[in-house]
């Protein structure tokens, strides 16, 4: 790794420059609305390009609650079912193995693995209806159904189904891990919805598979609640991600050492409906680079790139494909990481095996979004050295991107690898000019100017100095005038900026914030407030929410867990459940005491 961090040399220095220089936020209910067509040219950046700002309220973005788009959805689960072709097990070869039992496999890339059932009773604790409606065209009623729990919570496989599991292997920390795969996870098929989109559906902690190694194939409710919520909650926030349609649980007890001290503890099992366009991830390429198994590895780059990369298929001859195809994921990979920084995101286990070759968040385990703003931030207790901290995330994107280049390499001339090698090099141009454009909205800046990498450095060195609320310093920002700004007036109730206040830079860099603001007479402190609630959310996914739904979901209360989850599907507009849970207040004095593991 870079002993500076990409994120570090964006902002660099600037408060020696610093250094050396001598309205209440009111609810949002429907009025926003009709400000729609005006707040929809802020925009945000998420897996397909610009899109609208996701600052909208549900009934404006999409009116899926009305009479007629219910009746384009599937009633009753008997009348749904995978497309016809399934690409996948139709494409590549499979494992001629049939016995589910820990193994090395060679020269396929999936094997047959049916779910494990639950010996208990399952209990939904909650399902997307977004997921639901808009990407497997199923009524929210269709939940109801004892066919559709079995279905999800693997108890049950639908006629003519072939659950697979993937091989696939992967540099974990920073080492070659050989063979990992589908440890507890099983693609149980591909459904192409109204709208002619393919997605694959995959059971997380649906048993044991040939790629379980030591584990039991099961994951515990803890970190299933966790994976479900945050799924919903990033996609969002804007960032590239997968989906979460269902979230099952059962009273089977599942042995976790949750922080490996030696005091295991029976936990219920519970299972996540995840959805992704694909899961081939770097390390599906890299296993088979590694093996030399170069006829297959060549198989799954040119169907990658014929199914998600069309435009590259279309144009280019084979081997300019594969330059492209790779300076595609360079680009995609630097800008959602940019995102994931922007929202304050630590992944937790930035493993090759958990970088999406679609360049989407996936894999969500011991992951965190920060409270007080820490360039060190590790929310993965099992990360000793810090290796996959908050700084480090770009430098570790470039570091997965590199294994990529080497497991193409294969399939490349001497040329094409030198070419691709300069690729690779743009990367951290990319990732800081991405992340400058983001930095630049966060904090309602017009056009570019060259000291605005200065100015945020000074803000986050000020953050850093004080332990300021990332999430909430810049939501706060916002609430500010011109007027507020220059006479360095902060109300009582912005509790994130009053943090910032006794910092020596603070009056001086309110000055020059607001002198830089000024260099748009055309603006007003309207039209900067909606730019700025509409990049800087009010609720994120903090670890300390998480635990309070958590607690309650281990005992059978699964309403915060559902509120969560209606929260997070808005997180740009302040809503009043919220705010009576204290969602959008300083964290409690607890949260500091909570850690998170890969023990899950």
């Not at 996948?88 to 499979?94: A, D, K, S």
């Not at 929210?140 to 496989?157: C, H, I, K, L, R």
């Not at 939501?475 to 943090?499: D, F, K, V, Y």
């Amino acid at each position: 790794m870079a002993n500076k961090t990409l994120m570090t040399l964006c902002l660099l220095s600037l408060f020696y420059m610093a250094k050396n220089d001598p309205q209440n936020e009111s609810d949002v209910d429907d009025e926003l609305c009709s400000n729609i067509e005006e707040e929809s040219k802020y925009l945000y950046t998420g897996q397909d390009g610009l899109q609208d700002s996701p600052q909208t309220c549900t009934k404006t973005r999409r009116s899926r609650d009305t009479k007629s788009d219910l009746d384009h959805l599937i009633r009753s689960f008997e009348d749904w079912g995978f497309a016809a072709d399934q690409l996948l097990l139709q494409t590549f070869p499979i494992d001629p193995e049939r016995k589910n039992y820990v193994r090395q496999v060679r020269d396929a890339l999936f094997s047959v693995v049916e779910p494990t059932p639950f010996n208990t009773r399952v209990k939904l604790v909650a399902a997307s209806d977004e997921v639901l409606q808009d990407i497997l065209d199923l009524h929210p009623d269709v939940v109801n159904e004892e066919m559709f729990q079995a279905f999800v919570s693997g108890n049950t496989v639908l006629y003519g189904s072939t659950p697979l599991s993937h091989r696939y292997g992967g540099h974990q920390f920073a080492s070659w891990s050989g063979q990992l795969g589908d440890g507890r996870a099983a693609m149980l098929g591909e459904y192409v919805n109204r709208k002619g989109e393919r997605w694959e559906l995959q059971l997380k902690g649906s048993g044991l598979t040939p790629y379980s190694r030591r584990g039991d194939g099961r994951a515990v409710l803890r970190s299933s609640v966790r994976e479900f919520l945050c799924s919903e909650a990033m996609y969002h926030l804007g960032v590239p991600t997968s989906r979460a349609a269902t979230l099952i649980v059962s009273d089977d007890p599942v042995l976790r050492d949750q922080f490996y001290n030696g005091h295991p503890k029976k936990e219920r099992g519970a299972i996540v409906l995840r959805l992704a366009k694909s899961w081939f991830r770097i390390g599906s390429l890299e296993i088979l680079a590694a093996n030399q198994e170069t006829q297959l590895l060549k198989q799954l780059v040119d169907f990658i790139i014929k199914q998600y990369f069309t435009d590259i298929y279309k144009t280019l001859s084979e081997g300019d494909r594969y330059l492209t195809f790779f300076s595609d994921i360079v680009s995609q990979t630097a800008e959602m990481i940019a995102l994931w920084q922007s929202v304050g995101f630590a992944h937790g286990v930035c493993n090759t095996d958990n970088f999406s070759l679609l360049s989407i968040t996936i894999d969500y385990g011991p992951f965190g979004f920060m409270d007080s703003y820490n360039p060190e931030f590790v929310p993965n207790t099992s990360d000793d050295t810090g290796m996959y901290s908050y700084e480090n995330q770009p430098d570790v994107g470039l570091f997965n991107l590199d294994k990529l280049r080497e497991a193409l390499a294969p399939l490349i001339t001497e040329l094409q690898r030198f070419q691709m090698t300069k690729i690779l090099e743009l990367y951290p141009d990319i990732y800081k000019t991405k992340y400058m454009e983001i930095l630049r909205r966060k904090m309602g800046l017009l056009g570019e100017e060259e000291d605005d990498a200065m100015l945020a450095a000074v803000l986050f060195k000020m953050m850093t100095d004080t332990k300021a609320d990332f999430t909430m310093t810049f939501r706060q920002l916002s609430e500010l005038s011109l007027i507020q700004l220059e006479s360095a007036t902060i109300p009582s109730h912005l509790w994130a900026i009053r943090t910032l206040q006794p910092h020596e830079y603070f009056t001086r860099w309110l000055q020059v914030y607001s002198q830089r603001l000024r260099h748009h007479k055309e603006d007003n402190d309207e039209e900067r407030k909606a730019r700025m609630d509409a990049t800087n959310p009010r609720y994120v996914l903090r670890n300390w929410m998480a635990e309070s739904a958590i607690r309650k979901a281990e005992k059978d209360d699964f309403s915060e867990v559902k509120l969560l989850l209606k929260v997070l599907q808005n997180p740009y507009v302040k809503q009043e459940e919220a705010e009576k849970q204290g969602y959008g207040s300083l964290p409690p004095k607890w949260a500091k005491k909570l850690r998170v593991s890969c023990s899950s």
